[in-house]
Structures are given as C-alpha cells and as structure tokens.
Nanobody, 119 residues
Framework: QVQLVESGGGLVQPGGSLSLSCAAS????????MGWYRQAPGKQRELVAT??????NYADAVKDRFTISRDNAKNMVSLQVDRLKLEDTAVYYC??????????????WGQGTRVTVSP
C-alpha cells in the first residue's frame, strides 16, 4: 500500500509564501507522476501543478507564483507557493500516479494540508 503524507500548510498573509511537501511511502515499482491539487470551500478539486520527470504543468491561476519540484531519491514532491492571494485559500492535496509491485497503476491521494490566506 502506498501512502502520501503532506506537510507545510498554514495561515499566511496575502503576498506571503509557504512551502508544501509530500512524501510517499510503501511498496511500489515506481512513481511516474506527482502533483498537487486543491479544493477551496464550496468548489471542486482542481489541478495546481504536476511533475513528470523534468516536465512540469501548472494551472494558469498559479503560473509564475508556484513552483513544483521533486526529489526522486526521497520520493518527495514539494510546492513552493509565493505571492499568495486570498483565492489560494484551500486544502491542498498531494497526488501520485504509482505503478505498484504488481504493475498495476494506482492513483494515490494524501490527506490534505490546509492553506489559509488572510490579512
């Protein structure tokens, strides 16, 4: 079983920064994609950013403000969030596309970490 554990959320003022991290653990063959999604109150979960190899993909709303990175050796993905806006308030979920030891493709989600942007 594969688990994702996030850390790094919190309360920050507009214009501030946070660093979110997510670590994968368990038994698996490989992790082919990692990323972050978020869900604001009353809204659907939406893509924030993903990273596959050295290729990154960002939602338009966070381009030039958020940076995703990955440490393959540690099975970790991080999200540096800068110049935060009120509308960035959400629960941020780590995501991984995993090939398990039985070569099955799994989608794994973390439990979420809350980011609140408030004056």
């Amino acid at each position: 079983q594969v688990q994702l554990v996030e850390s790094g959320g919190g309360l920050v003022q507009p214009g501030g920064s946070l660093s979110l991290s997510c670590a994968a653990s368990g038994r698996f063959f490989n992790i082919y994609v990692m990323g972050w999604y978020r869900q604001a109150p009353g809204k659907q979960r939406e893509l924030v950013a993903t990273i596959t190899g050295s290729n990154t993909n960002y939602a338009d709303a966070v381009k030039d403000r958020f940076t995703i990175s990955r440490d393959n050796a540690k099975n970790m993905v991080s999200l540096q969030v800068d110049r935060l806006k009120l509308e960035d308030t959400a629960v941020y979920y780590c995501y991984a596309g995993v090939t398990d030891i039985g070569l099955r493709h799994l989608e794994v989600w973390g439990q979420g970490t809350r980011v609140t942007v408030s004056p």
